[in-house]
């Protein structure tokens, strides 16, 4: 009997300790910090958000590509369903496309260098810019 009664008693004291502890963790309107020490908001300029095309960027580059490109139209409109087609069928090697910039861009990541490759038609078509290493 003696037993149960200092468990009972060290469950009763260690639930008291706990509660204690909690409560005084959260004390409401003691806050010693004075607003003159703190933190001006202003003080550090916020990050700009990403932009859509910085996003899929960022996530092409996380596939740890060798090679990164990116390509558009000449007239600057949005790529279309022919426009994918020559892309995959010129530039098999491309292990990623990412459509971007509301449809006007696409990325390419690939661990082969398109210059050895079919680049030269690339350019024919589209303008390319090289975004390895950026």
């Known amino acids: 009997m003696r037993h149960k009664i200092t468990t009972s008693s ?17 004390r409401g309107g003691t806050n010693s ?50 426009d994918g087609a020559y892309l995959r069928t010129t530039a098999p090697q491309v292990v990623d496309w990412v459509a971007t910039d509301e449809g006007r861009k696409v990325i390419a990541g690939t661990n082969f260098n398109l210059e050895e490759g079919n680049l030269g038609l690339l350019k024919k078509r589209f303008n390319v810019e090289d975004y390895t290493g950026r």
């Open 10 to 26: 060290f469950l009763v004291l260690a639930s008291l300790g706990a509660a204690t502890s909690l409560t005084s963790c959260s």
């Open 33 to 82: 910090t004075t607003p003159s020490e703190l933190p001006d908001a202003q003080s550090s300029p916020a990050a700009s958000p990403k932009t859509g095309f910085e996003t899929d960027l960022e996530f092409v580059r996380k596939g740890q590509y060798t090679y990164i490109w990116i390509f558009s139209r000449k007239d600057g409109k949005a790529l279309d369903a022919k």
